[in-house]
């Protein structure tokens, strides 16, 4: 147990709930396993009071997980919470905390350190934030510890911290203990977390002990002269021992530690040994994650989905969208250079996990085929290195293609307000574009920070403001329809003396704007924050890129709104309603495609179903079944615009042959 004063809970908003959730199981069964001894009897009242409150947060926490893992997870807390009240033997929590450890994947893992440890940092952040309780020396005598109950630990008694790891160290300065003065420390990253726990354990040794212990390893460590270090002497493994364990190693002259079996080390000595393996745990660099291992990581991902599909077990889509997951990065970096090609792919793993979900091996085995023949070409591209040309071409693509969508919305709807005198409305339009760029940079900002680390949640984003988008769009569209005759339209400019638009009108066509410019900006700022970060050198290039397809818009903006103002009135209307029909068809299936990426809506693949991407049009029941709802609705408009409306005006007596009958 620890206590220090800190930062609020309120605070911990830097961990994803999955990272606080497995931190917070982890400490809960530390401290059960000290308070209940293997019959099952409380030897340590508080330790077991702990264990009990941790579970009941993390049994709140796991219904926050934000995907398909929080229901399952849930179960799983609940699991581990009976067994507590019940006062099972901790053994018999080992399985259910494995099964859970693997369902929350990476986020049940530590953020080991990839660059050696800042001790001193450590020390300045254990001086600012924990002495003031826990004393300079770590005696537990700070000044803050006077009257706390419970009293805060002495990190310098070797004794008392026998038995605690730094891995639970972590977890608790991560995420606090309730019911104490030790909150967790939210704001600090995973590297001064470990700085600090990391100089914590020397707290209970002195620099002669870390000498003395140094010399030691170098006259009984056998492969301590090898390139790397040995496991025992790995940050990662130490981490996860306490002292008792380290010196147990120690008397055995166990061979993770380099150690001759013929010359254990016990004693004083051992603990000299553990001062210095403590004062200076190895960090061992991260693999280089290049494209190639990234795809292959992914294609196991999908194998191990595959043999749990046909295994029947339950959480198989869970392992098919965590390959998804894998595969972002790898999508992030070749984006921008062959949308086509991600497009595709994305499509395949959006197969492959309906088909999983579906139980139909078939369809699951050839979707993982055609991903796994077209990763390669993705590899190939993400492997080549930025060319300055490379990146102006790409810069032009981008600015290009993202904004000419948008402009073709915007100068439809802006040519019509002029072509129907309603000049003064096209302030408005200009408004909802302005809003619309403001919350496109908005959300860049959120993508790239607070949910950078929620997965897929770009996805979800983008299918939920495109199906926003096709409500707005088909609610235009059909309005526009109705005006397809000259008569209609004049009988509509006469009712309308003395207001341009009705304001409910005005308001959607502002919605079309915004929602024009937003569906494209947040996506285009990302895109060139990834070009960006490929460094200083491609800044000119991509600038350069950016400007010349910025010009290309202006070209066609004016090439649009000339063109419109020159249209007929009925080929005018006719024209922009089927566009404008048209996106939000494409967007109906697109935006439901997203979200089944994002893994928010279901996937009921069909196996020869039509595939024709640039239409939005997708092999599923869900995105067929939306079209299917939009081209009904579409029919009824044609039926009520064209054959309702062409029977009553038939039915219409003209005034001037009522005179010449006599009327």
């Known amino acids: 147990m620890m206590v220090a004063l800190s930062a609020p809970a309120a605070l911990d908003a830097q961990d994803s709930p999955a990272r606080r959730l497995g931190n917070i199981v982890g400490v809960a069964l530390d401290e059960y396993g000290k308070g209940v001894d293997a019959s099952g009897a409380i030897v340590l009242q508080l330790e077991y009071d702990e264990a009990v409150a941790f579970l009941d947060d993390a049994f709140a926490l796991a219904a926050r997980v934000d995907d398909a893992r929080s229901a399952p997870l849930v179960a799983l807390v609940g699991r581990l919470r009976s067994h507590v009240a019940r006062r099972a033997p901790p053994s018999d929590l080992s399985a259910i905390h494995a099964e859970f450890v693997a369902l929350l994947g990476p986020d049940a893992s530590l953020d080991y350190p990839t660059q050696p440890v800042d001790v001193a940092e450590g020390r300045a952040l254990y001086e600012m934030r924990c002495a003031s309780c826990h004393g300079d020396r770590g005696a537990g005598d700070g000044f803050a510890a006077v009257g706390m109950d419970p009293a805060p630990p002495a990190f310098a008694d070797r004794r008392l911290m026998a038995d605690v790891t730094p891995a639970l160290m972590y977890r608790v300065v991560s995420v606090g203990i309730r019911g104490t003065a030790m909150g967790g420390f939210p704001d600090l990253t995973p590297a001064q977390r470990w700085a600090v726990v990391t100089y914590v354990t020397t707290l209970r040794s002195t620099a002669a002990d870390v000498m003395r212990g140094r010399a030691l390893l170098a006259e009984h460590c056998v ?36 150690l001759d079996a013929q010359h254990p080390v016990r004693g004083p000595d051992a603990d000299a040994v553990v001062a210095a393996l403590r004062a200076e745990p190895r960090v061992i660099a991260v693999p280089v994650r290049t494209p190639a291992v990234v795809a292959a990581d992914v294609l196991a991902m999908l194998d191990r989905a595959l043999e749990s599909a046909r295994a029947g077990e339950s959480h198989a889509s869970d392992l098919a969208f965590d390959a998804y997951v894998a595969f972002e990065p790898l999508e992030s970096q070749v984006r921008t250079r062959d949308p086509g090609l991600v497009a595709l792919l994305e499509s395949q793993f959006a197969d492959f996990r309906g088909a999983v979900a579906a139980r139909d091996i078939t369809g699951a085995t050839s979707a993982r085929a055609r991903i796994a023949s077209g990763l390669p070409p993705l ?132 919605v079309v704007a915004f929602l024009a410019v937003f569906r494209e900006g947040a996506e285009t700022a990302l895109f060139y924050q990834a070009l960006l970060a490929r460094g200083p050198q491609v800044v000119p290039p991509v600038l350069g890129g950016f400007a010349v397809g910025a010009l290309l818009l202006v070209v066609v903006w004016i090439g649009i709104q000339r063109f419109g103002l020159r249209l007929p009135l009925r080929a005018f209307f006719g024209t922009t309603s089927a566009m404008l029909y048209a996106l939000a068809f494409i967007f109906m299936g697109k935006g439901l495609r997203e979200l089944q990426e994002g893994s928010a809506l279901s996937i009921t693949p069909l196996e020869h179903g039509p595939y024709v991407g640039w239409l939005g049009i997708f092999p599923s029941v869900e995105t067929l079944l939306g079209q299917g709802v939009l081209v009904a609705l579409a029919l009824v408009a044609l039926w009520r615009t064209v054959w309702v409306g062409a029977r009553a005006s038939a039915l219409v007596v003209p005034r001037g042959a009522e005179a010449e009958h006599g009327g």
């Open 223 to 258: 492969l301590c002269a090898d390139s790397l270090p040995p496991t025992g002497h790995t940050f990662g493994w130490l981490a996860e021992r306490h002292d008792q364990q380290l010196r147990a190693a120690l008397a055995v002259g166990d061979a993770s530690l380099g």
């Open 379 to 510: 590899v190939d591209l993400a492997s080549r290195p930025a060319t300055g040309w490379g990146a102006f071409l790409e810069s032009l693509l981008i600015i290009v293609r993202e904004g000419f969508e948008a402009i073709l919305i915007l100068g439809a709807v802006i040519a019509f307000l002029v072509r129907t005198g309603n000049q003064a409305r096209v302030r408005e339009v200009w408004f909802g574009a302005g809003a619309g760029l403001l919350a496109s940079v908005a959300l860049a900002v959120v993508l790239r920070t607070a949910l950078a680390n929620a997965p897929a949640s770009r996805e979800v984003i983008e299918g939920a403001t495109m199906l926003l988008a096709v409500g707005v769009l088909f609610s235009v569209s059909y309005w526009l329809l109705t005006k397809v005759e000259v008569a209609k339209w004049k009988a509509f400019i006469t009712a309308q003396v003395g207001a341009a638009l009705t304001s409910s009108r005005a308001t959607a066509l502002a």
